[in-house]
Every structure is written in C-alpha cells, then in structure tokens.
C-alpha cells in the first residue's frame, strides 16, 4: 500500500487496468472493479497531496506556472458535466460499455466491428457508467488525465530540473488533444497513461529490479488491450531496450505484454477468424488514403516519409490538432546541435524515429496516436532549448514569448470551451442546441443512436 500511495500517479494506472480487465472477464467481479477504481482515486488523491507541499516550497515562478495548471485543470474539468458530443465515444466506446451493461456478457456486436479489437477502456467505463452515466465515464476520464499529467511531469524531471520540469509539463497539459480529451469518453489518455507509467517505472530508478519489470510489461499489455493501433507503436518500446542491449529487460516485457494482450486477441479470432479482426479485413487504410488524395500505399508513404525532416512543423500545428509552437522554435536546432543530441539522446532516437515513421504511415494523421512519441519529443526539445539558450540570449527571449503567447492562446480557446458549457450548464443553452453546435457537423448516424436511446435498449437475439 505504501508503493502506491507513494507512486498514487503510476498506481492509478494500475489499479483501474486491472478494473478493466477483471470486469471484461467475467462480470462477477464487478464488486471488486469498483473497490479497485475508488482505491486508485484514493492513490492519486494522496499522491496529489504529496505534490502539493512540494509546490508550496516552490519558487514564485513556479507557483505561477503551477497557477495555470490548476487554471487549465478547472477549464478542462467544466465540459465533464455536460452531454458527451465526442464521435468515436458515441459510435462505439460507450455503446460497447453499455451493452456489456444490458447483457452482463461480453459479446460481438455486428453493428461495431471494433468490438472485436481489444478494448479494455470501454469496460474501465463499466463502474463509473453504472453509477452516474456517460457523466461518471467522463469524470473517470478527467481524472485519468489529471494522472498522465503527474507521470508526464515525473518523466519530465528524470532529464530536466524540476523548474523546468513544470514548465515543460505545462507544454504538455496544454496539447489540445489533451485538452479536449481530459472532458470526454475516448480512450487514448488511458492508452498515453499505461505507456508513460510504464516508461517511468523503467527510467526512474537506478536498478531496473524485476518487480518493475513485472510492472511495466502489465502495464504496456494494458496499453495493447485498450487500442489495436498500439501493437504498431509497441516495438518502439523494446527497441529502447535493445539499443541499451538490455535483452533481458526487453524479453520479460515482450512476454508480459503479450500475455496480457492475447486473450483478446483470441477472442477475436474465436469471433470473427481473425486475431487483429477488423485490419486486414474492414479495415486496410484504403478508404482513408483514398479520402487523403492518394491511389495507394505506396504513394502515401512516399509523401509522408518525405515530411519527416519537417516534423517540427508537422507536429506544432497539424490541421487535426495542435500541440505546441515551442516544436518550431527548436526547429533550426535540430541539426545545428546535433553532437549533443548523440551524446545525450542516443538512447532515445531510434524509439522515437521508429515511433514517428509510425505515426506518419497510419492515415488519417491524429495526433492522439502517438501522444507518447510527442511527450518524449518535448522533453528532447525543451533540453534542446536549454542547450541552445544557454548561449544565445535572443533564443532565450523568443522562447519566453513562445511559450507565453501559446499558452496564452491556448487558455482563451479553452475559455470559450468552458464558456459554452457554463450556458448549458445553467439552463441559458437546450440539450438540442448544445448537440448541434458540438456535433461538428456530424450528428447522425452514432448521435441518433445514442441519444434516440438505441443503445440502452439493445438486446441480442431475434
């Protein structure tokens, strides 16, 4: 009890991925599901707590910027009470958490073929969905985040000074996907949390003992359970271990991982014929490549393969969502300093190339696919940063307007956000109303369902 409540952030983590997998075993377990989710809160609470005396001990500077996390954690945490709009949580997160809800079976649903992926975030939702609706699955989801930004932050100060360790973790909470993800029912937060739990349980401590091991191969299992994408980008995490010729670390966590993930992978293949059902089936990128302009693979991943040196650009202000213009003011750095980039961040390159390539193959471009890849990257930027500032007080003071003037944007956007729900939280806004400005265009098909109450009375059988 004591670790957990002294690592509350990685604890969290653990804790609800083991809920998850329990609940989607049997159903059974529900009672225990629900003792384990109330125990990984309590964790982090402690855990947050712990933080906060560290953060009264601060620099003014400090507290300042810890100000705008507390600032951006109450923007992003109003949205929580108000109707879920997000597309994928009402095509299919939240319709596969409530049907396990109406049958207390785990079933195939013809109608969403990624019931059949691995899916352990829809059965986190289970507890939380049983008690307070899609509002409950939300707050889970809010406070998911509120955990990924510890551990990120954690992470952040095995390579920087906790100064700029808050700093830099302020980038991060600050990523729009972050954002707009902390207030509704997708699991990719959950995903970006058992990856960077994982990775920190490895790093953050001198000797790498087997009880972590343990921990972090569980971990990146969790992480395969809960999205399919995430086999593609799992290589990218043994060959850290292999680059540090760490065969032993690297095969535990390989056969970990793999334990924990097959069952569902069998069960796909006992449902539909295929361990990875719907890829290779379904789902082959054709369609979205099609959609992105392109006659096929091939041409795809030229192009995509030739935006790489430009990934700065790509990844501070992509069409889909931003992340950060710091990415661009590090750009010209990049190779400029580039003996010192091999002297401290050998180790991590191949991951995160591997990573990158990865993510600029799987069409359409999202930045919540490779959230790990761009929380590695930013640390990697802002130590870049730091190098480069040290002797260049032009680059220092245009990395201060940066930095303000994102964040500054950033907290403007999320107060209309959070203004919009304030007007339906007060009654000024009707539920319709409230669909139609969110809906972005698209509410039909997975909103008429969820909302016409298709779900809640669905039924197997004729």
């Known amino acids: ?54 953060i009264v001990q601060a620099s003014t500077p ?20 108000t109707p ?37 975030g829809s059965y986190i939702f289970v507890p939380a969905y049983y008690f307070a609706n899609t509002m409950g699955v ?83 299992g969790f992480s395969l359970s809960t999205k399919l994408l995430s086999l593609f980008f799992f290589p990218g995490f043994l060959l850290y271990f292999f680059v540090r010729k760490n065969w032993k670390v690297a095969g535990i966590i390989l056969c970990v991982a793999l334990f924990t993930v097959i069952p569902w992978y069998v069960q796909s293949y006992a449902w539909t014929g295929n361990p ?36 700065s650009f790509l990844t501070a202000f992509h069409k889909e969502s931003y ?18 980039i091999r002297e401290k961040f050998t180790l991590y390159g191949p991951m995160l190339v591997y990573m990158f390539v990865v993510w600029l193959l799987i069409p359409p471009l999202s930045i919540r ?4 890849g761009f929380g590695v990257f930013l640390i990697f930027s802002y130590a870049l940063f730091l190098r480069v500032a040290q002797h260049n007080i032009w680059v220092k003071r245009w990395g201060v307007v940066v930095l303000v003037c994102g964040l500054s944007v950033h907290l403007v956007f999320r107060s209309i956000v959070a203004g919009r729900s304030i007007l339906f939280l007060t009654h000024r806004s009707s539920l319709d109303t409230y669909l139609k400005r969110n809906a972005q265009g698209l509410a039909t098909g997975p909103f008429e369902k969820w909302y016409g109450g298709y779900w809640k009375n669905y039924r197997f059988g004729p």
């Open 1 to 54: 009890m004591r670790w957990f409540i002294k690592n509350g952030d990685i604890g969290f983590a653990l804790l609800i991925g083991i809920s998850g997998y329990l609940l989607w075993m049997r159903w059974l377990f529900f009672p225990v599901s629900v003792f384990l989710q109330l125990s990984a809160i309590v964790c982090l609470f402690l855990h947050a707590i712990f933080r906060v005396k560290h």
């Open 62 to 81: 400090e507290k300042l910027v810890w100000g705008c996390v507390f600032l951006l954690t109450l923007l992003y945490g109003i949205p929580v009470f």
């Open 84 to 120: 879920e709009v997000g597309f994928d949580a009402l095509w299919y997160h939240l319709p596969i958490t409530q049907v396990f809800l109406n049958t207390h079976a785990v079933s195939y649903i013809p109608e969403l073929y990624q019931s059949a992926m691995p899916r352990l």
């Open 138 to 220: 939300k707050i889970v989801v809010f406070i998911s985040t509120i955990a990924l930004f510890l551990v990120w932050y954690r992470m952040a100060k095995v390579f920087l000074h906790r100064s700029h360790a808050v700093y830099a973790s302020l980038l991060f909470y600050a990523f729009h996907v972050v954002s707009w993800q902390a207030s509704s029912a997708y699991v990719d937060q959950l995903r970006a949390l058992f990856e960077f739990s994982a990775f920190v349980v490895l790093i953050s401590a001198r000797n790498i003992r087997f009880g972590r091991v343990l921990i972090a191969g569980v971990l990146l």
């Open 276 to 311: 990875f059902f719907p890829l290779f089936q379904q789902l082959d990128g054709s369609i979205q490549i099609n959609e992105q302009g392109f006659a096929g693979w091939r041409s795809w991943s030229l192009h995509q393969l030739a935006l790489f040196p430009a990934l």
């Open 323 to 340: 992340t950060t213009p710091f990415f661009i003011l590090i750009f010209p750095f990049l190779f400029s300093r580039w003996h010192w």
């Open 369 to 372: 696919y490779a959230l790990f």
